[in-house]
């Protein structure tokens, strides 16, 4: 398939609306299994923020006293040690302010989340391994310091290393000039952040451009790897089977639900990929068709520039993009790799202009991607109930205050559902009718509004496995076979 920016782009573009529309699917199935049991389950509502709260504590807490040694700032006030300043960011859970520290005058960064969006034990258990992980991972010059941990009663702050020299795509097309050497550079970089995760018990899984900032925003600045949301720990020999991640660098044993730390060698090389020619090696228009090329796994060295790019890059590319795990390179063959052992050697060709326009579109999709996500998030969000009008009104076509079996329908088609009829009439009052006050009822008893993005696209990636596995479309991995 030849590269066309604009096309992979509007394609993109695509792709994400797709996304978006599939939110209210997720939230019609969450709606169908609340009515189903008739609003009550027995249990305390997994949705409802309550579930969460300690006993007998007089608030919700994120960090109790066992999780919390070494790594909370306990007894400490946020705006007493920091001033806040202007929003650097927005993402879905929280909002990254730039701080100052009062009396060493400090500029660092702030994420602060939300209590109030961390509507499950998923969410909450997320920012408490992210924190656990930067706290656990030792100073690296390559990824960002964690440097306090605050939690008050209506926020969790994880104060780091300020960031500002921008993203990693970004630096490249700025600069005007970018040859192979560069390019090797920012792979041990970036596999050198692998190898400090590996050897402290992390596998990253989400390596990928955006995840890494330069320090400053001088030329030698240090490249910095920031987000540990989707990391976890392991043990020797351990798998995980939950689908997570971003689909361009998703390894195929992930969609098989049977990975372990070489997860981050593939995505690793997937970047060094990209690195060299200006777009990645698994694409397609659907989510369905990148993870079909991922598990098919062919690699096309044929555009350009790859007739310039060295013999030894393609061979690391190849042996990091290695289908069976047992074949492919450990962290430690990767950074032992000639190609990268002698950074010297490595040839200063330009890698043109072509691969620098690649790059450009390559990032103007993701922060389209970011902006998407965002929006789906800040739409949805609990607390705000207009979301939840919006969608009722979009749906009482006739404007009577209720919804009849047909509004509903033909509403819940137009946002995108697939649900069954008889599914639909489940749904529905013995009367065949929805007001207002039950719907919002529904909706908010029953669906966890801020899981929209992280948790959404978790939901939709393991949907994806279930229906390669299904179609039959999933082929059996070596060791598949063997056993």
Same mark, same amino acid.
């Given at each position: 398939?030849?590269?066309?920016?604009?096309?992979?782009?509007?394609?993109?573009?695509?792709?994400?609306?797709?996304?978006?529309?599939?939110?209210?699917?997720?939230?019609?199935r969450n709606v169908l299994k609340w009515k189903k049991n008739g609003g009550k389950t027995g249990h305390p509502n997994p949705?409802?923020?309550? +579930?969460?709260?300690?006993?007998?504590?007089?608030?919700?807490?994120?960090?109790?006293?066992?999780?919390?040694?070494?790594?909370?700032?306990?007894?400490?006030?946020?705006?007493?040690?920091?001033?806040?300043?202007?929003?650097?960011?927005?993402? $879905?859970?929280?909002?990254?302010?730039?701080?100052?520290?009062?009396?060493?005058?400090?500029?660092?960064?702030?994420?602060?989340?939300?209590?109030?969006?961390?509507?499950?034990?998923?969410?909450?258990?997320?920012?408490?391994?992210?924190?656990?992980?930067?706290?656990?991972?030792?100073?690296?010059?390559?990824?960002?310091?964690?440097?306090?941990?605050?939690?008050?009663?209506? +926020?969790?702050?994880?104060?780091?290393?300020?960031?500002?020299?921008?993203?990693?795509?970004?630096?490249?097309?700025?600069?005007?000039?970018?040859?192979?050497?560069?390019?090797?550079?920012?792979?041990?970089?970036?596999? $050198?952040?692998?190898? +400090?995760?590996?050897?402290?018990?992390?596998?990253?899984?989400?390596?990928?451009?955006?995840? !890494?900032?330069?320090?400053?925003?001088?030329?030698?600045?240090?490249?910095?790897?920031?987000?540990?949301?989707?990391?976890?720990?392991?043990?020797?020999?351990?798998?995980?089977?939950?689908?997570?991640?971003?689909?361009?660098?998703? +390894?195929?044993?992930?969609?098989?639900?049977?990975?372990g730390p070489e997860v981050d060698i593939w995505s690793a090389g997937v970047i060094i990929y990209i690195l060299l020619c200006?777009?990645?090696?698994?694409?397609?228009?659907?989510?369905?068709?990148?993870?079909?090329?991922?598990?098919?796994?062919?690699?096309? !060295?044929?555009?350009?520039?790859?007739?310039?790019?060295?013999?030894?890059?393609?061979?690391?590319?190849?042996?990091?993009?290695?289908?069976?795990?047992?074949?492919?390179?450990?962290?430690?063959?990767?950074?032992?790799?000639?190609?990268?052992?002698?950074?010297?050697?490595?040839?200063?060709?330009?890698?043109?202009?072509?691969?620098?326009?690649?790059?450009?579109?390559?990032?103007?999709?993701?922060?389209?991607?970011?902006?998407?996500?965002?929006?789906?998030?800040?739409?949805?969000?609990?607390?705000?109930?207009?979301?939840?009008?919006?969608?009722?009104? !979009?749906?009482?076509?006739?404007?009577?205050?209720?919804?009849?079996?047909?509004?509903?329908?033909?509403?819940?088609?137009?946002?995108?559902?697939?649900?069954?009829?008889?599914?639909?009439?489940?749904?529905?009052?013995?009367?065949?009718?929805?007001?207002? $006050?039950?719907?919002?009822?529904?909706?908010?008893?029953?669906?966890?509004?801020?899981?929209?993005?992280?948790?959404?696209?978790?939901?939709?990636?393991?949907?994806?496995?279930?229906?390669?596995?299904?179609?039959?479309?999933?082929?059996?991995?070596?060791?598949?076979?063997?056993?």
């Open positions: 398939m030849h590269w066309k920016g604009n096309l992979f782009l509007s394609s993109s573009i695509h792709l994400y609306r797709k996304i978006f529309m599939g939110v209210c699917v997720s939230l019609a949705f409802d923020i309550e +579930a969460l709260y300690v006993a007998g504590a007089p608030q919700f807490t994120v960090f109790h006293r066992s999780q919390s040694e070494a790594l909370i700032q306990e007894g400490v006030i946020i705006t007493d040690k920091y001033v806040f300043g202007k929003e650097l960011g927005r993402g $879905e859970f929280g909002i990254t302010y730039l701080c100052t520290d009062k009396v060493t005058k400090e500029v660092v960064a702030c994420k602060s989340i939300s209590k109030r969006k961390l509507r499950t034990a998923v969410d909450v258990e997320d920012v408490r391994r992210e924190a656990s992980i930067m706290h656990r991972l030792p100073p690296h010059p390559n990824i960002v310091i964690l440097k306090g941990v605050y939690e008050d009663e209506n +926020a969790v702050h994880l104060v780091m290393e300020l960031c500002e020299g921008g993203e990693l795509f970004d630096r490249i097309v700025a600069r005007g000039h970018y040859n192979e050497r560069d390019a090797a550079k920012i792979a041990r970089t970036i596999v $050198e952040v692998v190898q +400090a995760c590996h050897n402290n018990g992390v596998i990253h899984r989400d390596l990928k451009p955006e995840n !890494f900032l330069f320090a400053k925003k001088n030329e030698n600045s240090p490249l910095k790897a920031i987000d540990f949301g989707l990391s976890v720990t392991f043990k020797p020999g351990e798998k995980f089977s939950e689908i997570v991640g971003s689909p361009f660098y998703m +390894a195929p044993e992930v969609l098989r639900r049977n990975y200006g777009v990645p090696p698994f694409w397609a228009e659907t989510e369905q068709g990148v993870a079909n090329a991922i598990l098919h796994g062919v690699i096309d !060295f044929t555009r350009d520039p790859w007739s310039t790019v060295s013999h030894r890059a393609k061979s690391l590319v190849k042996k990091m993009l290695e289908m069976d795990v047992k074949h492919r390179l450990t962290v430690q063959q990767v950074l032992e790799h000639p190609w990268l052992q002698n950074l010297e050697q490595v040839p200063e060709v330009p890698l043109g202009e072509v691969v620098q326009s690649r790059l450009k579109h390559f990032a103007a999709m993701n922060k389209l991607k970011k902006k998407a996500l965002r929006v789906i998030a800040e739409l949805m969000s609990g607390e705000e109930v207009e979301a939840l009008r919006i969608m009722f009104n !979009f749906m009482d076509t006739d404007k009577n205050g209720v919804l009849s079996y047909e509004e509903f329908k033909i509403g819940l088609r137009k946002l995108g559902s697939h649900l069954t009829e008889p599914e639909i009439r489940q749904l529905m009052d013995v009367d065949g009718r929805i007001s207002y $006050e039950e719907f919002t009822k529904m909706m908010q008893s029953g669906i966890d509004w801020r899981k929209v993005s992280r948790h959404y696209s978790r939901e939709r990636l393991n949907s994806l496995g279930d229906k390669l596995m299904t179609e039959g479309t999933l082929p059996p991995s070596k060791n598949d076979i063997q056993r």
